[in-house]
């Protein structure tokens, strides 16, 4: 009898184990989606970006695809804010800061270029 309790208890943590959901994981807790890009056109040739994150967690070491972004220039006072990695097609934003609370905003004069969330990492409590 107790062998069959045991077989019947680690089949039913087995089950239990691909049952849950493997989206309620950290890694999974603040997908892409949750890092709002808009891009506004301000003039002929400016562009006005902000970046926020709506995840409940803190998210740092934002990198975003930004093709062709080594053609835009940027003002002095939001090269923190926003740099290319050397010509890879991805730029870092605010130094690899956290972004938490209010968007990240900074402006640049160019083509439009089309960001994407590429990589992040993630810190919840």
């Known amino acids: 009898m107790g062998r069959g309790i ?3 208890f680690l089949c039913f943590i087995v089950l239990i184990s691909l049952v849950i959901p493997k989206g309620l994981s950290d890694d999974h807790a603040c997908p892409p989606e949750k890092i709002e890009i808009v891009e506004t056109y301000t003039s002929r040739t400016d562009w006005k970006v902000s970046v926020k994150n709506t995840c409940t967690c803190t998210v740092y070491n934002v990198q975003l695809l930004c093709p062709k ?13 926003i740099s ?3 010509k890879s097609g991805k730029c870092l934003l ?7 609370g209010e968007a990240i905003s900074f402006a640049y004069t160019g083509e439009r270029v089309d960001f994407a969330v590429d990589t992040y990492s993630i810190a919840c409590s």
């Open 6 to 8: 045991t077989c019947t």
């Open 69 to 81: 972004f080594e053609f835009a220039v940027v003002s002095k006072k939001d090269q923190s804010l």
């Open 84 to 86: 290319a990695i050397d």
């Open 94 to 100: 605010n130094k690899g800061g956290v972004l938490v």
